[in-house]
DNA sequence: GTGAAAGCGCTAACAT
DNA sequence: ATGTTAGCGCTTTCAC
């Protein structure tokens, strides 16, 4: 057993103490004397003593890590995010552990169910759905997707844009590039955030004496560059003469350039382009993406921060990031 | 303590056996009535009795996880092969915790610690360094990138692609469309994987009466879009007159490609571009790249199979997949 | 200041 | 077929 590794109990023996004193030494609580102490690190170094966390866990039955759920680790999106998470909780001693669900309510059920086994500390969705009420009495911060207010039980929190005022300059930016007839692509699963920057987006035409006809909300099942291509095409194909679009999603957008260029449709000349997030790639195609910055990365941050206060006991409330528009060549 | 949640104790108390039966009728192993399994299943069902992994693992000494060390999960080639590596770790009943390093050693360094600490049972690594050598008495898979062969000890495997014949395809196909002065861009820190590339590449020319000239190989610090465009900036102001690049990784021909639209140079008739990977994005830029394809999905299916064999006791050997030209429009 | 011992939830002998 | 019990490595009373 142990698999080589020694002991507690055998580093007592070989510090000449007891197992009460060598735990008292590494984890720097309870007294004890400078020179046992002293006798306890060397054999620890010596040995390179690594404690069994499994134990100490079991023990403290709260394991030191905390259970990182994302809908699609292959999203720049969601990776930025999840990145900024671990590193952060890293920092802090934590252990990242990430799930990926594949947009999978069953896999995003079954992850929840695990950590609650191994007695994780905490839960972090990013882009979830949790769309079936599934207990959990861990804390749980949401990132970038706010689940119907249902699950959004106490012990919980959201983090994400103003995606009201996100709608909103997108719509305003076009109005302003006088494209009296937009149209909006939404991600169909998700409820909140996209309603949230479609009131702002018609709010926006509103106010401009333009209300959105509402046969120019097309919606797309994937977000994915296939999907941007796709409902880029049924646009065009609308017969509704759009002469723009505002992609809630970057990746979306690129997708549909890249169709819009194929077609030999200029952009911004024949149709103009919005995206949402701001992903690195934005401003690397031809042309540039005009785009609303999200913050997304600190996001992140701040979701870490955030549990770890929870932990902490201390109570923590939603967080709404800013959003800015961000102006290169698609407009 | 135990968090609301019961313990087989309370489950043996209520349905009136012992802890042992319970054990054995979870577990499937030992022997019992079906009348009492039906009373133990029971009381299972009736309060959800979810058991503690930390015990069982604690108990049996290792965990049914296996921990995945990558080092930019922000990289859809990496994120790519994590992904498979899940999927197919999942459907056997392991989890699979995903560390990311941020091509940082001391984060592997750590994350390998943590591993074993946590009596995880194997590892694998996707494009790690581990140059030090850090001992472990894990089983492990190498993905992607080969290490010092001082680091390979038995109990360990490497899955990758031929990079040998890689590099050969890419110079084959810039000999045969007339690009004689070709300069190849390659990541500085890999050591084995790039070197084999360089070596095809260089074997393709030289075949065609036209050796590499040692002032065109180029090399990048990160693999980023960012860092094509650089090393592109510079292959340019080289005064070296090369008529084509290859790119051992399609983020830097994407980042290359980007650069030379904004300066004006026509691809493929100025400068020709070839990538490797191909990665999602490559088909969707304009001009599509033209790219060698590894099966990069395929190494993490591969991977989550060879562990899993390797856990088993089975031996695994050394996978090299085999790449395919993909031509498309940049030569 | 230090040690003995109980006990976390579980599995696997070893009884019966 | 089922129950009793030791013990995995650790922390934490409770004595001394």
């Known amino acids: 057993m142990n698999n080589g590794k020694l002991s507690i109990k055998e580093i007592a023996r070989l510090a000449n103490t007891s197992v009460a004193t060598v735990s008292r030494v590494i984890n720097g609580n309870g007294r004890f004397s400078k020179e046992t102490e002293q006798r306890v690190r060397e054999v620890i170094d010596r040995y390179n003593y690594q404690p069994n966390m499994l134990a100490k866990s079991l023990r403290e039955d709260r394991m030191k890590a905390i259970g990182v759920i994302v809908s699609d680790i292959t999203s720049d999106y969601f990776a930025g995010i999840v990145q900024e998470i671990e590193s952060e909780l890293f920092r802090h001693g934590y252990t990242a552990v990430i799930c990926d669900t594949f947009e999978n309510e069953e896999a995003e059920k ?14 972090i969705f990013v882009g979830g759905k949790r769309s079936k009420t599934l207990m959990s009495d861990l804390p749980i911060i949401y990132v970038d997707r706010k689940p119907p207010p249902a699950s959004m ?3 919980s929190c959201f983090i994400g844009s103003d995606n009201y005022r996100g709608g909103c ?13 937009p149209a909006i692509v939404l ?13 702002g987006f018609r709010k926006a035409l509103a106010d401009h004496g333009r209300p959105l006809d509402p046969r120019c909300i097309f919606h797309v099942e994937h977000v994915t560059y296939e999907g941007g291509r796709q409902v880029t095409e ?5 017969g509704l003469h759009c002469d723009s679009v505002f992609y809630t999603s970057d990746i979306l957008a690129i997708g549909g350039a890249q169709y819009l260029n194929e077609a030999h449709v200029a952009v911004p000349e024949g149709i ?6 701001d992903i690195p790639l934005s401003r690397r195609i031809t042309p540039p993406l005009t785009t609303v910055r999200q913050q997304y990365r600190r996001f992140g941050a701040l979701a ?3 549990i770890i206060r929870m932990l902490k006991g201390e109570t923590v409330e939603d967080l709404i990031l800013d959003v800015e528009l961000i102006e290169r060549a698609t407009v």
Chains 1, 2 share one sequence.
């Open 110 to 123: 079954r992850f929840m169910e695990m950590l609650g086994n191994l007695r994780f500390s905490g839960i």
């Open 153 to 155: 039980e106490k012990g």
């Open 169 to 181: 300059l997108a719509g305003e930016r076009l109005m302003a590039a006088g494209r009296h007839n």
């Open 187 to 199: 991600f169909e699963d998700e409820l909140e955030t996209q309603r949230q920057r479609l009131r």
């Open 234 to 238: 049924r646009i065009l194909r609308s």
């Open 272 to 277: 103009a382009l919005m995206g949402m997030d």
């Open 304 to 306: 870490a921060d955030s």
